[in-house]
């Protein structure tokens, strides 16, 4: 019988697309009681094309998270849902620490994962591993930039100004890092 090693992991975000997220923001921080922490206005290249989207982060406790995505592109929202059940957009994120995204990363090279089925993001604010799983559920595993409190503080503080802003049609990027 072979060791297997043990991961400890814990939920970084379980992403979802939306067609409203004034809804889903109504929903879950009024409703709910999950607050809006974050509201990220990206634009960039994303499986082939530029994208222009949003996603939001609604804290569910622990430093766990519900993330939403909306699309500028009527078409990129058609593409990626919410009813399409497979998408980049649409994952499971897990935060793990430097040492257990290299060991799953070797591992799944060493078990013939690869690209287009595996690839790595530096968002900025985290680095992650992506892997479509055998039932092609994404998952994520993500490490916390080293400054992640004082991003995720700067993020909460303007988090209903860029959603507001966003929703009244300005869809500027406020995620420098991740354009570098």
């Not at 989207?53 to 406790?61: E, K, N, Q, S, T």
């Not at 900025?124 to 479509?132: D, I, T």
């Amino acid at each position: 019988m072979s060791s297997k090693p043990i991961i400890k992991s814990k939920l970084h975000h379980n992403a979802h697309v939306t067609t409203d997220m004034e809804a889903v923001r109504e929903f879950y921080e009024e409703v709910i009681g999950f607050p809006l922490v974050a509201t990220w206005a990206e634009k960039t290249d994303l499986f082939g094309k530029v994208r222009t989207y949003m996603h939001c982060f609604f804290d569910i406790g622990n430093g766990e998270n519900l993330a939403f995505f909306q699309f500028d592109d009527p078409e990129d929202q058609k593409e990626f849902g919410p009813e399409l059940p497979l998408s980049g957009f649409r994952h499971l994120a897990m935060k793990v620490d430097q040492e257990t995204q290299d060991g799953i990363r070797d591992r799944l090279a060493a078990a013939g994962y690869a690209a287009p089925d595996t690839y790595i993001l530096n968002h900025g604010y985290c680095y992650s591993l992506y892997a479509f799983d055998p039932a092609k559920l994404l998952i994520e595993f993500t490490v916390d930039h080293e400054d992640v409190d004082t991003i995720n503080s700067d993020r909460k503080a303007d988090a209903h100004s860029v959603l507001k802003r966003w929703l009244d049609g300005d869809h500027s990027p406020n995620n420098e890092a991740y354009h570098r």
